[in-house]
């Protein structure tokens, strides 16, 4: 009897594993175990108040670790001496014709890869998405550039064209 009741304890615990490591992979590394036992809960596993140990050994049996969020930061250097462009646009948005003005900004993207900088470029006149690049570095090269280049190849500037970016630059 208590090598049935050992056996039934090891399936379960392989069961839960798998769940485990899905829910631990699905939060993108972020959940720690008493997060994972919450989520089992909510997948219909019996997980009795002992078990979040259980749970807690099972993550670091197969190297489980939460990965720590990142407190924000602040990745645009305001405090230099390059010079920063006048406000020509003065928070009026509106425009008469398309590629007039384009407006540009860069943010993060949390992948399963890591975090990744997406930098955008919108026409203003039709609200379109005109360039963008996705990079792991904020280096110019592989950011606003990128973008750019595709903005400029895939439209036709036959007049004057107003490039704003968050920096005023």
């Known amino acids: 009897m208590a090598a049935q009741e050992a056996i039934k304890r090891w399936l379960e615990n392989e069961i839960i594993t798998v769940s485990v490591r899905d829910i631990f992979k699905d939060s ?26 259980r749970v807690a050994r099972i993550m670091k ?3 489980l670790f939460a990965r720590r969020k990142l407190k924000f930061r602040f990745t645009t250097d305001s405090n230099h001496k390059y010079p920063v462009a006048p406000k020509i646009l003065n928070q009026d948005f509106t425009v008469a014709r ?3 003005v384009w407006v540009s900004n860069i943010t993060y993207v949390r992948t399963e890869q890591g975090w990744m900088y997406l930098t955008v470029i919108i026409d203003l006149f039709h609200r379109k998405v005109v360039g963008w690049s996705m990079s792991e570095s904020l280096s110019t090269g592989d950011t606003i550039i990128l973008a750019w280049n595709m903005a400029v190849r895939l439209n036709t500037i036959t007049k004057e064209l107003i490039f704003h970016s968050d920096r005023e630059s």
């Open 61 to 63: 049996a197969n190297n």
């Open 98 to 100: 398309e590629n007039q």
């Open 28 to 53: 993108f590394e972020s959940y720690s175990a008493p997060k994972v036992k919450v989520e089992l809960l909510k997948k219909g596993h019996r997980v009795p108040r002992p078990r979040v140990a």
